[in-house]
């Protein structure tokens, strides 16, 4: 019985709602999942059953038009007692903003994956942009074998994924 709730507020670091992505929730040692898109306000609120449970946010993704954000870092998680009492908490911390370090993404990396005969690589495969961290983003390419996306300052390494078995990356 779902009698637990989950509410809080996407932010970025300076405090600006987050007002595209979910809250993704997942139970820990046991099966579970709940979702919520935020509101024009950030808000979100999560009904869930008791136990531990992990919080990740997630930005809506399309490809035409990529998500202004990202969240790299591990899930956070609560305990509810495993009864059907009526229990409430909130993902913000002690100074009552929110947990989740929300990243802006506002550099563009766009480009374009051709063949060795520089040919373009058509819808064959993407293009996988990560830091050190594990932080950043994946763009699939299109019909002409170009990619755009968007990620937060920093370092990337830039990894093409081809699906054509005749190639592999350099």
């Keep these: 019985v779902a009698t637990k709730t989950i509410t809080g ?3 970025d670091s300076s405090g600006t709602p987050i007002t595209s992505g979910r809250i993704m ?9 709940a979702q919520d898109e935020v509101d024009g306000s950030g808000n979100y609120s999560l009904t869930i059953g ?3 449970w992990g919080l990740r946010p997630e930005p809506n993704w399309d490809p035409s038009n990529p998500p202004d954000w990202s969240y790299c870092g591990m899930p956070k998680f609560f305990v509810f007692q495993s009864d059907t009492s009526v ?8 100074d009552g903003q929110t947990d989740f370090t929300i990243k802006r993404t506002n550099i563009t990396i766009a480009g374009n994956v051709v063949y060795p005969n520089g040919a373009p690589l058509t819808s064959q495969g993407g293009v996988e942009i990560r830091s050190k961290e594990g932080c950043g983003t994946f763009a699939q390419l299109d019909s002409n074998g170009r990619f755009s996306t968007k990620v937060s ?11 054509n078995q005749t190639y592999s990356a350099p």
């Design 9 to 11: 507020t996407l932010e």
């Design 25 to 33: 929730a997942f139970k820990e040692m046991g099966m579970g999942q």
């Design 50 to 52: 008791g136990g531990t």
């Design 87 to 94: 229990e409430t908490k909130t993902s913000a911390n002690t």
């Design 153 to 163: 300052p920093g370092t990337y390494n830039v990894m093409v994924q081809v699906w």
